[in-house]
């Protein structure tokens, strides 16, 4: 028999991914995987991508550490987290059709969970600002029907938990400056640029 403590973790990444998909394929299968995430490399660096049953919940940036993005699900979602790659599939396919130029809206369900109140109005109307264009915190405000929120506005957008599927890097400040964003400066910087490119 078998010692415990012969047991070895595989070395190779490729056994050890199989494994992880194995066990994220047996976990939904048995209706117990509340929140699937995965990584994907993207020009903006690796992205995480998390997704409930409902749809995509969480997008986060490099500048946020998987540790605490998987914590933070784990508290306001469910503790059933668990890498399974298949369930986000669509998503990291239409991220790679975005960023390569050749999709401009994402057709992803979203699980808006993570936010609440005014928060969510603002980030249900980010979509409404077309592809290459910009509003301002202030638009934003007057289009969520409270023209005097525009500093709610713009912590709405610097919370918002799906950014990119929900467009947040399209709102700038009302001078033309970019402003705050999840993934950092450089990175609004970027996809503006890229939207601009692919017009």
């Known amino acids: 028999m078998t010692e415990i403590a012969d047991l070895q973790m595989p070395d190779d990444a490729d056994t050890l991914r199989r494994l992880t998909d194995r066990l994220g394929r047996a976990a939904e299968a048995a209706d117990l995987l509340d929140v699937a995430y995965r990584t994907v490399d993207s020009p903006l660096g690796r992205l995480l991508l998390a997704a409930t049953?409902?749809?995509?919940?969480?997008?986060?940036?490099?500048t946020e550490t998987e540790d605490e993005v998987?914590?933070?699900l784990a508290a306001r979602v469910s503790p059933r987290v668990l890498a399974d790659a298949r369930r986000l599939d669509p998503a990291a396919r239409e991220m790679e059709e975005y960023f390569a130029g050749r999709r401009r809206d994402f057709d992803l369900a979203i699980d808006l969970t993570l936010v609440m109140g005014f928060r969510r109005e603002v980030v249900q109307l980010l979509p409404t600002i077309p592809y290459g264009r910009t509003a301002s915190y202030a638009e934003l405000a007057a289009m969520a029907g409270n023209p005097g929120a525009t500093r709610a506005v713009g912590t709405a957008c610097a919370r918002n938990p799906v950014?990119?599927?929900?467009?947040?890097h399209r709102v700038v400040r009302s001078d033309g400056t970019t402003g705050a964003y999840r993934g950092g400066p450089e990175a609004k910087t970027a996809l503006l640029q890229l939207e601009l490119a692919h017009l």
Request: charged share 25%.
């Open 53 to 62: 049953p409902r749809g995509i919940v969480r997008v986060a940036f490099e």
């Open 70 to 72: 998987l914590d933070e």
């Open 163 to 168: 950014p990119l599927v929900l467009p947040c």
